[in-house]
């Protein structure tokens, strides 16, 4: 391996550890298990690539489980969504499997440890076997159908499977310890009677298993070497094991649980129910909403799989949970961005500026780079004509020697065209400027070669032809949440922190060639930051959605 050992993460070190004393490398295998119950959010693209990134530092064969025990939640949209995530991702999964898939083998599992007395019916309601629990420090009592008879066990348990109880009628619970330390060792509830349609095993069952008692077992199914879960399963790892050892065969490989931390993201939640509330109350367009941080809604957002692994990649794997500011997240965005995305001309707040020497009705199509760091972009034309727009915060009327952009007297470099100077403007009875005049210098033409084409001014600013510019809806993003913690507060809950202005939508100016952008396509509006075009967008109306501005400011255009 090349790496120094230095460029592990900790979970890699247990690998490594692991593979020192003697554990077989082919036997590595990994798995990654989402729950169907919603998409893939950016906490979820941590655990993918510490999965698939192990699978690919071993050449290790990684597993996409979905652990679909809970057919309230569950749906084959999701299964759908999520696989299509972790391919755009870029990550390939070994099989495909379902913790359903599992369920005889559970089942049969479940009916031998009743009959070597390790498992029992509880007839009791869920308050009662609550009221046994104890509590940390106090241990808890014995259900009275603890030592009830391994005969009538088969007998309930049986009748359970065949859906002749009513759910909450009977749960079967393994007979560990109701006094130990780990609360969860306290007689856990494995299976109970649910009469759900599961969207892959339909009516076959009338009870389901509970994650703790099918995840180590499809772990071990599956020969998963490596069970990488977060750390609020540190405490189950007991009860994992335990488990495990109800069915681990010796010669089997025998998975092995480590956790890590959960990773949040500032601004923001991550977690599937809070973001379900979200797509349900309509606070946002549903899952892929540009402004979610689903999976789904970066790259909708215009995101790049490779920004996302870039990020994932530098915050890395931690043993203590923390806050992941979204600037971050932001930063990567733009550095991959920066790269590949094509400069193209808008602008978004306009005023019109006309050039009185210009001559009336010319047009010229000027030659520009479509990326000055890639020389393999190559070049494309805009047109230029007599009234262009500028961004109306690109000229003052009078300004100090410091301001850069237009002002009156004062001249700056049209991008990729010719050198103007302010003359004069109007304005409304408001005093808003409604147009500027201006002159040009028609020997300064960029790339002439002229004398005046090379002369410097300080400023260059970018504009579109009025005549040629094409109208497009633009949407503007702003964080979701005002707080950037917003569900860990003890008096508010996360929808109090709703950011109203979260969503701003305008109309820009663009120039005429973004008309055959493909949806998804990106591309950095000069001086403005980073767009895509959105799935919404039409011949007739083309929408585009700002992923992301070009500096760490989240600098707000207003449009008034
Ligand atoms: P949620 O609360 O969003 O539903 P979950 O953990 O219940 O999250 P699962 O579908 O069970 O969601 O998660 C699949 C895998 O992704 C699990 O191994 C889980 O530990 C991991 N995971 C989920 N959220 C995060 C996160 N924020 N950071 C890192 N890993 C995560
Ligand atoms: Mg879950």
Same mark, same amino acid.
């Given at each position: ?5 230095? #460029?592990l993460n900790f979970i890699e070190h247990i690998v ?12 590595? $295998?990994f798995r990654f298990p989402?729950?169907?119950?919603? *998409?893939?959010?950016i906490g979820h693209a941590s655990s993918i690539c510490l999965n698939f990134g192990l ?8 597993? @996409? ?41 559970? *089942? ?69 310890? =109701?006094?130990?330390? !780990?609360?969860? =060792? ?7 009677? @649910? ?6 095993? !339909? ?6 298993? =509970?994650?703790?008692? &099918?995840? %180590? ?9 490596h069970s990488l879960c977060t750390l609020e399963f540190a405490m189950h790892r007991?009860?994992y ?15 092995k649980q480590r956790e890590f931390a959960r990773r949040n ?5 991550v ?34 799989? &490779? &920004?996302?692994?870039?990020?994932a990649d530098?915050i890395g794997i931690a043993k203590r949970e923390n806050?992941i500011?979204? #600037? ?16 193209? =001309? ?94 040009? +210098?028609?020997?300064?033409? #960029? %790339? #002439? ?49 709703? !950011? +109203? ?44 959605? $700002? ?11 207003? !449009?008034?």
């Open positions: 391996m090349s790496e120094t050992a230095e #460029s490594e550890e692991d593979l020192q004393g003697g554990y077989p490398k082919k036997a590595l $295998r989402p729950e169907p119950n919603g *998409y893939l959010h699978g690919l530092r071993y050449n290790a064969p990684v597993n @996409l489980r979905f652990d679909d025990t809970n057919p309230i939640k569950e749906e084959k949209a999701f299964v759908d969504a999520i696989k299509k995530d972790i391919e755009w991702l870029g990550y390939k999964w070994d099989t495909e499997r379902y913790a359903s898939d599992y369920f005889q083998q559970l *089942y049969d599992w479940a009916v031998e440890m009743i009959m070597d007395g390790k498992a029992y019916v509880d007839s009791q309601s869920s308050e009662e076997m609550a009221s046994q629990k104890g509590t940390p420090t106090e241990a808890g009592v014995d259900s009275p159908y603890r030592n009830r008879s391994i005969a009538d066990n088969l007998e309930i348990f049986e009748a359970m499977k065949n859906g002749d109880y009513q759910e909450g009628s009977h749960v079967l619970r393994a007979k560990i310890d =109701m006094a130990s330390q !780990n609360m969860l =060792m306290r007689d856990p509830i494995m299976y109970r009677v @649910l009469h759900k349609a599961h969207h892959r095993t !339909n009516t076959d069952w009338c009870i389901y298993p =509970m994650y703790d008692w &099918a995840h %180590g077992e499809s772990d071990y199914i599956e020969e998963v070497s007991e009860l094991n335990w488990f495990l050892d109800q069915v681990v065969v010796s010669d089997k490989v025998r998975p993201l500032s601004h923001t939640v977690s599937k129910r809070k973001l379900l509330q979200l797509v349900e109350q309509d606070v946002v367009n549903g899952w892929d909403d540009p402004r979610m941080p689903t999976i789904s809604g970066l790259r909708r957002r215009g995101y790049s799989p &490779a &920004a996302i692994r870039n990020f530098t806050l500011d979204v #600037s971050l997240l932001e930063f990567h965005a733009r550095e991959d961005l920066n790269k590949i995305a094509p400069r193209v =001309m808008g602008v978004l707040d306009p005023v019109k500026v006309i050039i009185t020497n210009y001559p009336e009705g010319k047009e010229e199509w000027l030659e520009t780079e479509n990326n000055p760091g890639d020389e393999l972009a190559g070049n494309r034309k805009v047109p230029f004509s007599k009234e262009i727009y500028i961004e109306r915060d690109d000229f003052k009327e009078e300004a100090n020697r410091k301001y850069f952009r237009l002002k009156l007297g004062g001249e700056v470099r049209l991008k990729s065209a010719y050198i103007i100077k302010a003359e004069s403007c109007t304005k409304d009875i408001d005093g808003n400027i409604m147009e500027i005049q201006c002159t040009y +210098d028609p020997k300064s033409k #960029s %790339g #002439s070669g002229t004398e005046e084409s090379m002369r410097k001014v300080k400023g260059t600013l970018h504009w579109v032809s009025v005549a040629h510019a094409l109208k497009a809806e633009i949407r503007l993003y702003d964080r979701l949440f005002t707080d950037e913690s917003p569900d860990t507060h003890k008096d508010k809950g996360f929808m109090d922190f709703i !950011n +109203d202005e979260s969503l701003q939508v305008i109309t820009g100016y663009l120039e005429p060639g973004l008309k055959d952008a493909k949806v998804g396509e990106q591309m950095q509006f000069q001086r403005l930051g980073y767009f895509c075009v959105d799935p919404d967008s039409t011949n007739d109306n083309l929408v585009f959605n $700002r992923t992301v501005g070009l500096r760490d400011t989240w600098a707000k255009i207003q !449009n008034k």
